[in-house]
């Protein structure tokens, strides 16, 4: 089993930062895929970013990209999102997860094991 926590989510102003951590527990993750997945209220789930275990391949929403950056620190079992130049549309729960895939899923389908999320709201 994995525990992900997600941390580092708040209130920011469009075109702040913030940065995202999902802290892993219970497993290491060195071996699994890891993405981060956002949902905004009435809207479904989507993905926003997927990094594969060796850090190799990287995958992008088109709606975060140049924007998000996703990186992992498997020493600290430890992933993160950079999130710059943010927008409103950017607010949602976003949530991290953990595939056994060896290449990034965008389908929330093949990821394993969910954190609770956490809020990053956008102000005009």
């Known amino acids: 089993q994995v525990q992900l926590v997600e941390s580092g989510g708040g209130l920011v102003q469009a075109g702040g930062s913030l940065r995202l951590s999902c802290a892993a527990s219970g497993r290491s993750i060195s071996t699994y895929t890891m993405g981060w997945f956002r949902q905004a209220p009435g809207k479904e789930r989507e993905f926003v970013a997927g990094?594969?275990?060796?850090?190799?391949?990287?995958l992008y929403a088109d709606s975060v990209k140049g924007r998000f950056t996703i990186s992992r620190d498997n020493a600290k079992n430890t992933v993160y999102l950079q999130m710059n130049s943010l927008k409103p549309e950017d607010t949602a729960v976003y949530s991290c997860a953990a595939s056994p895939l060896v290449v990034v899923a965008l389908t929330s389908r093949t990821y394993s094991y969910w954190g609770q999320g956490t809020q990053v709201t956008v102000s005009a």
């Open positions: 990094i594969s275990w060796t850090g190799g391949m990287l």
